[in-house]
């Protein structure tokens, strides 16, 4: 069965330092997705991502952040400046499409830890 | 957005059947209900989706009354490997927004 992988699994970081997390999506889905789940807390929403642009964001998801599709498989999350606060699970999604029925599938999520 | 509220956590024993129900009293009329699972330092795996009635896959069971202004995840005989968050979530478009989820707990 197809699966979203990210990488790494673990990435630890000095704060101010900027990280890169990578997602290689299920082939043929159209929509991609970053959520982030804070040690103990829900999982919040980040940004969905299609056609080359970012459809939704939510109010995490600022100045510091930025998604990128660099290639025909890879779907990446940048946070340029680290902050403490950004220590974190960060999960990858994908869809085959957006519309309200469709299920999205998740990856195994990079532990992000900044020191 | 429709607020959802689900236990926070519930046990079980070996080979019972666990309903985990979720009350969404403001659900949309073109909202479906949706629930995921969640094992410690894992992503969210979708179980199940309805709009109305009963749905019912190789998993599990999902009830919702005619109001659907609530709806029971049913897990048929768990296993220890069945412990995990469970989340109920209404979502319209394709911003999931989680809450805080069941907590199961399966003991032998």
């Known amino acids: ?115 | 957005l429709a607020k959802t509220t689900q236990p926070i956590s519930m046990d079980s024993y070996e080979g019972q059947e666990v309903n985990i129900t979720c009350s969404h009293n403001n659900i949309a009329t073109n909202d479906y209900i949706t629930w995921y699972q969640q094992f410690p330092s894992q992503g969210p795996r979708f179980i199940i989706q309805g709009y109305k009635t009963k749905v019912t896959n190789e998993v599990a069971s999902l009830f919702i009354p005619a109001d659907r202004k609530s709806s029971t995840l049913s897990l048929p005989r768990v296993s220890l490997s069945d412990t995990a968050v469970y989340y109920c979530l209404v979502a319209p478009g394709n911003m999931l927004t989680f809450g805080g989820g069941t907590r199961l707990m399966v003991k032998p």
């Not at chain 1, 900027?18 to 290689?24: A, D, G, P, Q």
């Not at chain 1, 807390?41 to 939704?56: D, G, H, M, R, T």
């Open chain 1, 1 to 115: 069965e197809p699966e979203v992988t990210q990488t790494p699994s673990h990435q630890v970081t000095q704060m101010g330092q900027e990280v890169i997390l990578r997602c290689v999506p299920i082939s043929n889905h159209l929509y991609f997705y970053w959520y982030r789940q804070i040690l103990g807390q829900k999982v919040e929403f980040l940004v969905s991502f299609y056609n080359n642009e970012i459809s939704e964001k939510s109010e995490i998801f600022d100045d510091q952040f930025s998604v990128e599709r660099p290639d025909g498989s890879n779907f990446t999350l940048k946070i340029r400046s680290t902050k403490l606060e950004d220590s974190a699970m960060y999960f990858c999604a994908s869809s085959p499409r957006a519309d309200r029925t469709d299920t999205q599938y998740f990856g195994p999520g990079t532990r992000l830890t900044v020191l």
